[in-house]
């Protein structure tokens, strides 16, 4: 039988079916995040795995390492031991300098049973102190790496190796964003320094160009070369900027929607738009004196974390998905020497803004949604080094997450009795990023993209959800 197209049924039916098992394949990858993403539209909203329980993240990226056994991790054996070496029972462990040997340092502040939960935070931090029913204090981190762009990539991008997609990238891949006129992952770095790595910490890696994060600052200009040139009129930039995106169209050649240049097509377009929504969310007129103070905006010691803390919470509330905030300058919290007046000076600094930042958002019915990260690339040795100062440690260190679905007021794994290493339920840094993703509603082993020949993702070939996080 001839179906009047020049061939026969058989051949008609067996391409038809050809034709349905596509569209079944790729409603498949689509479900699976393996298609590419739509060029044109790069940041739209996504469909995620499961429902989420957080719609953004606010990361509070504590650069340089801060040590937990003076902040979240209270060791009594610590303070007994106190002047001795390590006992040789704990056997061999890597440090970054010849410290293994050295004297036992007591914690510099006095801890505290905190909240209802009782939670063990130190005078360091009174004001995160007083937030610990909302606080879910993982004590039992590790990572894999004594150094600090090593440990920085790790905690930022899922690997010790420069180059790989970070956690904000991978969050605006898999979700896209709420508001078309902001970016989904922007990065707000201290002004005093950028964190050791670099750039590569906020990177895409090989996930297209769109989805890196946006440096915003403080002041008038918040993200650099943004404003039109004197003279230049919204018209005229519109213009401009049509006629380049059609002769950079054109040049798109089929199978390349996912190139460099339909990145750089939508970052124009995100551009101009974003020329009246940046300057919209850094304009802080509407903002009452209360909730200035409640960041530290009227104390010279608080004002500069305050003031980027208090955008991070504007920026959620317009549909930013990933924020990431940095405390601490090139070297930050690595106190090698004077630990306690390091620490002293930068927890001054950072205290008083994230506490306001959680309550801002517990009071706007946001913190539900929006989920809070705080912690560094690694913590630091319960031993000396020199007098006063701690060396790096991956083996063993605290982070805590609030609201966006975690379970506060819980303390989950413990380091060994003076707190060197990771010794029950151990957190590892993919375990993190796995919950993080979780949280958002996106099955870390199914958000991949292919590179090299395979499905690559975050969490590599590791990571488990950690449930018990979980509210």
């Not at 079916?17 to 699976?32: C, N």
């Not at 931090?125 to 606080?135: E, G, N, R, V, Y």
């Not at 160009?209 to 946006?214: F, H, L």
């Amino acid at each position: 039988m001839d179906c009047g197209c020049g061939s026969s049924r058989r051949e008609f039916l067996s391409r038809a079916g050809t034709g349905f098992g596509m569209l079944a394949l790729a409603s498949i990858l689509k479900q699976e995040k393996l298609l590419a993403q739509d060029a044109t539209h790069p940041l739209a909203p996504r469909t995620v795995h499961f429902a989420p329980k957080a719609k953004s993240v606010i990361f509070l990226f504590m650069s340089g390492g801060p040590s937990h056994v003076d902040l979240f991790d209270y060791k009594p054996e610590l303070i007994r031991l106190a002047g001795q070496p390590i006992p040789e029972s704990f056997g061999m462990f890597k440090t970054r300098r010849a410290v293994a040997k050295n004297k036992l340092m007591p914690p510099r502040w006095t801890f505290r049973k905190r909240g209802e939960c009782g939670m063990e935070i130190s005078d360091a931090l009174p004001h995160i102190a007083s937030m610990a029913d909302d606080l879910c204090l993982f004590r039992g981190c590790h990572g894999d790496s004594v150094t600090h762009p090593e440990s920085v990539y790790l905690m930022n991008t899922g690997s010790i190796l420069m180059g790989r997609p970070s956690l904000g990238a991978w969050t605006a891949y898999g979700l896209g964003t709420e508001n078309q006129d902001m970016p989904a992952f922007v990065v707000l770095p201290d002004p005093a320094g950028w964190v050791k790595g670099g750039a590569p910490a906020w990177g895409n890696g090989y996930l297209p160009a769109t989805y890196q994060g946006t440096i915003l600052r403080g002041g008038e200009t918040p993200i650099l070369h943004l404003n039109n040139p004197p003279g230049v009129a919204a018209t005229q930039q519109r213009d401009t900027l049509d006629l380049i995106n059609k002769l950079n169209r054109e040049e798109i050649r089929a199978g390349e929607e996912d190139s460099e240049l339909s990145a750089r097509i939508a970052a124009y377009e995100l551009a101009f738009r974003m020329q009246s929504s940046a300057q919209e969310v850094i304009d802080l007129r509407r903002e009452s004196a209360a909730t200035r103070a409640l960041y530290g905006l009227d104390d010279r010691a608080t004002s500069e974390f305050g003031l980027r803390c208090l955008l991070a919470r504007r920026m959620v509330e317009r549909g930013v998905r990933f924020v990431q905030l940095y405390c601490g300058d090139t070297n930050g919290w690595d106190g090698h020497s004077d630990v306690e007046g390091n620490h002293g000076k930068l927890c001054a600094a950072s205290d008083k803004p994230v506490a306001g930042l959680l309550r801002d958002l517990k009071s706007r019915g946001l913190l539900d949604e929006t989920l809070v990260v705080w912690g560094g690339e690694f913590g630091r040795t319960p031993m000396t080094e020199g007098s006063n100062g701690r060396d790096h440690n991956p083996h063993g260190f605290s982070m805590w997450m609030a609201g966006g679905g975690v379970k506060g007021g819980q303390t989950i794994g413990a380091t060994d009795p003076v707190g060197l290493r990771a010794a029950e339920e151990k957190t590892h840094v993919h375990d993190l990023h796995a919950t993080i993703l979780h949280l958002l509603g996106i099955d870390h082993t199914k958000l991949t993209y292919r590179h090299q020949g395979r499905a690559q993702r975050l969490t590599d070939v590791a990571g488990n959800v950690i449930q018990k996080a979980l509210a």
